[in-house]
């Protein structure tokens, strides 16, 4: 793929060092641009200074939301070096959302290559404090000035960057999460496993009524029988119960995340017993009731590790390991963003270095 790169004459102020970041606030100089025009593929790839986009009103991301995104960071190793923690995850992950979206497919290593570029571009945008990372956010949408309900046959392919810190405010310490039995998110056939923003934007309401009950956010149940569990608003779920690591299985309704490959993978190297499988709210509470419920946490790219110290079911409030991190959360942080920031030996290859 060639990429053009044109340079801003007129580069942003770099946040102070130490400014607290938040998350995805912060966009950066650059950005990446590529258009799809159907029967010409993916055409004119160029990194471009930061800027608004022009679409007319009638572009069908806006009313029927063909859109696709992903999501990873690049972080500034204790070494020096920039590292990008399993990009062609990623790569795959945003072609099973085209597929299922009629998205035309991008290929993997395009994908990669164009993330490398920007990066390198906005190298100095790296934050350097503990825990911060250039967040990258790929996306497509379907540009094609039309109201009918039908694929488009035009896309814009683009990258975006935003120096961040903690997702949640809290940092480490850990979240209380409230179990949703009302609405739900997905369900099996439809579109839970891509990551497209349908799924966040049915998210919010169920959101918006957990924060104003003082909870992180939402764990979503199964859309059939409102029992198993499936995942948080933005990380997958693990419980740590009578000493087994247990995660729901990826049944199409939730999202594979790459964290949550990573930790199964981290756990069962530490000889840790992992069941990807069903987990109904009774389970948990059953266990919770009978001292078993160890430790829960979520994973994502940004959450990290995010420990739960506090599960709400209806009028029911379940802690857990009493509202402290617990040892395999604590740890499996440390292995992984050791591994991320390169403190750690990197013995599952994961890393790419720029
Ligand atoms: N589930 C949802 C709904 C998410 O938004 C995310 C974040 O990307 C995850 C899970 C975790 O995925 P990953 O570890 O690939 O970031
Ligand atoms: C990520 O972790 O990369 C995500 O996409 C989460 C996002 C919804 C904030």
Redesign the pocket.
């Given at each position: 793929m060639n990429i053009s790169i044109t340079k801003t004459t007129n580069p942003m102020q770099k946040p102070a060092p130490d400014a607290p970041l938040g998350?995805?606030k912060i966009p950066t100089d650059h950005m990446f641009i590529m258009n799809y025009t159907e029967g010409k593929g993916w055409h004119d790839a160029r990194i471009i200074p930061y800027q608004n986009i022009s679409l007319a009103p009638s572009a069908m991301v806006f009313h029927y939301g063909q859109e696709m995104?992903?999501?990873?960071k690049a972080y500034k190793g204790v070494d020096g070096k920039t590292r990008l923690f399993r990009p062609e995850m990623n790569a795959k992950r945003a072609n099973a959302s085209n597929e299922r979206l009629c998205i035309p497919n991008l290929p993997e290593e395009d994908f990669v290559e164009a993330v490398k570029a920007l990066v390198k571009v906005d190298e100095d945008w790296i934050p350097t404090t503990e825990g911060a990372s250039l967040?990258i956010r790929p996306f497509i949408i379907a540009t094609d000035e039309f109201l009918g309900v039908a694929p488009s046959k035009t896309y814009l392919f683009i990258i975006i960057l935003s120096p961040s810190g903690a997702?949640y405010a809290s940092g480490l310490a850990p979240v209380g999460i409230w179990i949703e039995d009302d609405y739900v998110r997905a369900v099996k056939g439809g579109i839970g496993y891509a990551?497209t923003g349908g799924n966040?934007a049915a998210s919010l309401a169920a959101q918006v009524k957990a924060h104003d009950d003082g909870y992180s956010q939402v764990l979503w149940l199964d859309g059939v029988e409102r029992k198993y569990i499936e995942e948080v608003?933005?990380?997958n779920i693990f419980f740590k119960i009578d000493g087994k690591i247990i995660t729901p299985m990826l049944n199409g309704s939730i999202l594979p995340g790459i964290t949550r490959n990573s930790v199964i993978n981290v756990c069962k190297s530490w000889g840790y017993e992992v069941e990807e499988r069903k987990i109904s709210v009774d389970e948990l509470i059953d266990a919770q009731k009978s001292g078993k419920l160890e430790e829960c946490f979520g994973t994502?790219?940004?959450?990290v590790i995010s420990p739960v110290g506090k599960l709400r079911f209806k009028d029911d409030v379940m802690t857990i390991n009493n509202n402290e991190i617990g040892p395999v959360s604590q740890k499996l942080y440390d292995t992984i963003t050791g591994i991320q920031w390169g403190k750690c030996e990197d013995t599952f290859g994961w890393t790419v270095t720029l």
């Open positions: 998350f995805g995104f992903e999501g990873l967040y997702y990551k966040y608003g933005a990380m994502g790219t940004a959450a």
